[in-house]
């Protein structure tokens, strides 16, 4: 990573584009963070350092996504960029002025991972004999960090293991909390592999406004909802930061590895940290690095330290993975692959990620079907007319509509799926039709979760967060 910290112009108009692009970033971080005046003052200044010195370089003004060593079409260049810059995504704060949501094509461009592809679907299905999920069939789980590494190993009968992760920063979880683990379940049952769930009470604790005992205990409450997902307790260890930190010391060895590796201009280019952040954040994303690495678990994969891991996770998580990755090879270890996924829409709109705090941002695990009902009916925003003459006329917009958003993750029935997207386009199905079919997939959904949830006990969840041997050799 190119360092712009002491305002000298890099060595090429490569570099200089990356370092206007790591700054960019830091700046809207700033301001999603109402950061002080000066600190953002300073950051924006060297933006504008760092623009003057590549307009100087290349005879023209900076263009994001359009790089000096790939220079596209002017099309390309244009009302794009502009459109795109205004899209900011880091493990804190989604935003995007788009009625849609986040266009995901160009955050794979930003980020440098790789599409899911029609083609690796189908070797999925082929190397799993299963149908791929309805996540990987409709892309909501849509990029991907050497997924066909991944493959390549299960195919030559090479281990490898899931890690996944929760930040429990309230006791109620929504349905969008729900995604990664729905999906990495699947993972989980087609390949046959133990899996690791990351509790990051300790950075929550950092970040919110909580006790250590609130951020523990609410780490415990959340376990309870991801238990009744169904994970398979002889294959899966969940476990808090703040339990399991000081009862392993093969994980902790990692944590120091990794951070040692990593250097303060680094973590502030990719997290955005500025001077007045406590240390304890600066030195988190080792912590969440260090799952990553089976020697971390030395009970599961006993001294192996050569099995690949593969993390389910929602896009905005990247940033640890980037550092991860980049980190692997100089500590001897293989790196992480990934398997993203989109942002589970709130309730008023795709515009951000939904908060845990604002109950009327989502559909929450203990939600009865009447909240559920009045939620979907008053809150959902629509892709509608204005008048039912004007949407049986145009249609509606089910780029836009959340009702049908939320379907597309879980209805499971591709056919119907089609069928209300046709009905709801050409006008022939109202919106009041369309929420009603939505709460009629969410009450049982929620319900059902809610029944198992109650099966889950204190005692389950020590089980589950014990560290032991799981039902594998290595």
Known sequence: MADTSNGKPCASPLELFNSIATQGELVRSLKARKAPEDEIDSAVKMLLSLKMSYKTAMGEDYKAHCPPSNPASESNCGSDATEAEEDFVDPWTVQTSSAKGIDYDKLIVRFGSSKIDKELINRIERATGQRPHRFLRRGIFFSHRDMNQVLDAYENKQPFYLYTGRGPSSEAMHVGHLIPFIFTKWLQDVFNVPLVIQMTDDEKYLWKDLTLDQAYGYAVENAKDIIACGFDINKTF???????MGASPGFYKNVVKIQKHVTFNQVKGIFGFTDSDCIGKISFPAIQAAPSFSSSFPQIFGDRTDIQCLIPCAIDQDPY???TRDVAPRISYPKPALLHSTFFPALQGAQTKMSASDPNSSIF?????????????????SGGRDTVEEHRQ??????VDVSFMYLTFFLEDDDKLEQIRKDYTSGAMLTGELKKTLIEVLQPLIAEHQARRKEVTDEIVKEFMTPRKLSFDF
Not at 238 to 244: A, R
Not at 394 to 399: A, R, S, T
């Open 394 to 399: 145009f249609g509606g917009n089910c780029d």
């Open 365 to 381: 695990l203990i939600d009865t079907a009447k909240q559920i009902k009045t939620k979907v009916n008053k809150h959902a925003f």
């Open 321 to 323: 993975f980037r550092m």
């Open 238 to 244: 969940i476990f808090s930061d703040l339990d399991y």
